[in-house]
């Protein structure tokens, strides 16, 4: 069974461009969540979609969006970039809201 | 939403020390699930608590969950190299993450 797929893996982007970033989950898991990591905050979760629909959303601004398609695959959206939006953004699966988390390896984004 | 702390947040032993990592809550949680995040890598699923002080074991991991179900704590006996990484426990009720625990160990 194939893993959580997130693509790209790594890019690099220049301030206030924008950004957007895939995630296929397990085939069969309804739920996906996305989270971004920095050194310094660990974990931070950005939002979950379960059956297409957000279920679920962090303390971000309004610059960063997703959305989830009728066969689960998400996609996380970031305008105007940040300096402070270079991180590893992580995407997970699971079968149930709020279940057993798989996660993707990760893209790892750069703003210049 | 509500705030999960985790402690320590640096922890060097020396291999074959135990170690022990804790998380508090403010609320009464749902559940609480660990994870380990190995340098480089993503986080993997360790274990799960549900019911008011649970314990769980996995080989030298033993994972409890406080009475009053706003507690938790994951305990390694006897620390391996193999056990370098961070830990987090995750509040499943909101997917918030507590801010990990990162494991050095000295051979």
């Known amino acids: 069974k194939a893993g959580v797929t997130q693509t790209p893996r790594y890019l690099i982007k220049t301030r206030g461009q924008q950004v957007t970033l895939s995630c296929s989950p397990i085939s069969g898991h309804r739920s996906v969540s996305w989270y971004q990591q920095t050194p310094g905050q660990g974990l931070q979760f950005l939002f979950e979609?379960?059956?297409?629909?957000?279920?679920n959303k962090g303390n971000f601004p309004g610059r960063f969006s997703g959305r989830q398609f009728s066969n689960s695959r998400s996609e996380m959206n970031v305008s105007t970039l940040e300096l402070g939006d270079s991180a590893l953004y992580l995407c997970?699966?699971?079968?149930?809201?709020?279940?057993?988390?798989?996660f993707g390896e990760g893209s790892r984004l750069t703003v210049l | 939403g509500q705030q999960v702390m985790q402690i320590p947040q640096y922890q060097h032993v020396q291999e074959g020390e135990d170690f022990t990592t804790y998380c508090n809550s403010s609320?009464?949680?749902?559940?609480i699930q660990w994870y380990k995040q190995r340098p480089g890598g993503h986080p993997v699923f360790l274990i799960q608590?549900?019911?008011?002080?649970e314990v769980k074991k996995q080989k030298r991991l033993t994972f409890q969950f406080g009475e009053a179900k706003k507690n938790s704590s994951l305990h390694i006996t006897a620390t391996q190299t193999t056990d370098v990484g961070t830990y987090f426990c995750a509040a499943n009720n909101d997917m918030r993450f507590g801010a990990g625990t990162r494991l050095t160990v000295k051979p």
């Open positions: 979609y379960f059956s297409e629909t957000q279920r």
């Open positions: 608590l549900v019911k008011s002080g």
């Open positions: 609320t009464t949680l749902s559940n």
């Open positions: 997970a699966s699971s079968f149930l809201s709020a279940g057993e988390l798989f």
